[in-house]
């Protein structure tokens, strides 16, 4: 084999396939060892070994020198060639891998070749990638030819192939657009706090400036919101709250909880939790749709937010006092001061840690045991209670329903029945009807005859008249037939 047609190959493999040199040659040398050993036998001690600057060939044989031109000679080429193409695709299938993980949740762009089922294959700059169902956003299609921009989320050797998991519904592709679309982001004037998301529906971001002369949200808006705008085409119509962050949470809970209005905000540092008190007609917009306002404001914050009225906490407050009291082993100043720390139920109560409540009532251990135990108890009975309560109205609403359907039924069937009636009485009464035109066309009938009887009636009384008065009409032509004899 000529030593420079040797590193010819080596080099071109290096620069096709992004293959270090050093992977290259060691994989011509395993080869060459493989096929020497099916020649001399697999129990034979060879080595082989390549210059890597003028790239000659030598090696031993049980310790004896080995010729270069015997060496290439008598192996098996083809046995040479497989192990080197098997080595090069899993140096390849390495290099791709080592690639991809490097940018695992970066954002990157390519081109739909297939759609099906729900999954889309997306082809990137050298190598494929799938886009599957569940880290698409809710909602939206994709179809063959259209460029898609999505972060890598997963990437794993499968055989001698890698395969690329894209998806679209990670916060980290809110941030990366982010980067992407606001300047002062990428030159670090602006910094992304936190954010959290569902996606499809809405997001929340926190920021922040470095500098004092740039508004962070006025500048993730843009001028006339067109910077937001892209971002939010990108996502399908997804909503984005950009909140500005602080490290006072008194103050982060509120931007957090935005466009509603905020009264107080009391922190329950011992459970993580805060309390924040709104307005009644604030209630419903502090909490979301769903609940998904307070849920994103939660992530964001890292906080469990409770969200009631005054009136609500009130109550609370004076049902767990009761509540706590009436625990064995609990005096009054104790509930008190568990109330005062958050805890406002029972189940709040069963997840203390029991050194915190030694300490805060000078309790013992055994003490602090048998409280958590009917805290728990307690709690459980609750929860009964309330899936009781739950399965009852559930019950109801179904009884509620089914007679509601019921009444429909009667209902649409009365109708129905009126109907028929209806056009029944209107069906006797068009017979009536006809019965009584009948009779009175008949009464006029008679009426006309009886009529025309009278006047016949009266004609032959006229007549008889005439006759009684100038005679019948054979007596009056005889006497003129007289007269004219005489004459």
Not at 21 to 35: D, G, P, Q, R
Not at 64 to 74: F, H, K, N, S, Y
Not at 115 to 143: K, M
């Amino acid at each position: 084999m000529n030593p420079h047609e040797l590193l010819r190959i080596v080099d071109s493999i290096h620069r096709d396939k992004n293959i270090d040199k050093e992977i290259v040659f060691e994989a011509i040398e395993a080869a060459l060892v493989s096929a020497a050993k099916k020649h001399y036998g697999e129990d034979q001690e060879i080595v082989v070994q390549i210059d890597r600057v003028d790239g000659t060939i030598g090696g031993n044989h049980n310790g004896q020198p080995l010729d270069a031109e015997e060496t290439v000679g008598r192996i098996g080429a083809q046995t040479a060639k497989q192990v080197i193409i098997q080595k090069i695709r899993e140096a390849e299938r390495d290099a791709l891998y080592n690639e991809y993980e490097s940018q695992r949740g970066q954002l990157t762009t390519g081109v739909v070749q297939r759609y099906e089922g729900g999954a889309a294959t997306v082809q990137l700059t050298n190598t494929e990638a799938i886009l599957p169902r569940s880290e698409q956003i809710p909602g939206e299609t994709h179809h063959a030819n259209e460029r898609v921009r999505a972060t890598v989320f997963e990437v794993r050797k499968v055989g001698t192939r890698v395969k690329v998991i894209l998806s679209r519904i990670r916060p980290d592709l809110v941030r990366r657009m982010f980067e992407q679309e606001i300047p002062e982001i990428a030159d670090g004037v602006i910094e992304v706090r936190a954010m959290s998301r569902e996606a499809g529906y809405r997001t929340k971001v926190a920021v922040s400036s470095t500098d004092q002369r740039v508004d962070c949200v006025g500048a993730c808006v843009g001028v006339r919101g067109n910077r937001i705008k892209n971002i939010v085409d990108e996502l399908a119509g997804e909503r984005i709250d950009i909140v500005r962050w602080s490290d006072d949470m008194q103050v982060l809970i509120p931007n957090a909880l935005q466009p509603a209005e905020v009264e107080e905000v009391i922190l329950c540092q011992m459970l993580g939790r805060a309390i924040v008190l709104v307005r009644e007609d604030q209630l419903s917009l502090a909490i979301g749709r769903r609940g998904q306002n307070v849920r994103l404001a939660s992530k964001l914050c890292g906080w469990d937010i409770e969200i009631m009225t005054r009136e609500e906490l009130d109550e609370q407050i004076e049902r767990a006092v009761s509540g706590f009291g009436s625990l064995e082993g609990v005096e009054d100043s104790l509930a008190e001061k568990l109330v005062g720390e958050g805890f406002l139920s029972y189940d709040d109560l069963s997840v203390i840690e029991p050194d915190a409540l030694m300490a805060m009532g000078e309790l013992s251990a055994e003490q602090v045991d048998a409280i958590v135990a009917q805290a728990e108890r307690r709690a459980e009975e609750a929860e009964k209670a309330a899936a009781d309560e739950r399965r009852r109205q559930r019950e109801e609403d179904r009884q509620k329903e089914a007679s509601a359907a019921a009444a429909a039924g009667e209902t649409a069937q009365g109708d129905a029945g009126g109907s028929e009636t209806g056009e029944s009485e209107a069906a006797e009464s068009d017979i009536d009807g006809g019965d009584e035109i009948v009779a009175e066309t008949a009464a006029e009938e008679d009426g006309d005859a009886a009529e025309s009887g009278e006047a016949a009636e009266s004609d032959e009384a006229e007549d008889e008249l005439d006759e009684i008065v100038n005679g019948s009409p054979s007596e009056v032509s005889a006497s003129d037939q007289e007269v004219r004899a005489d004459e």
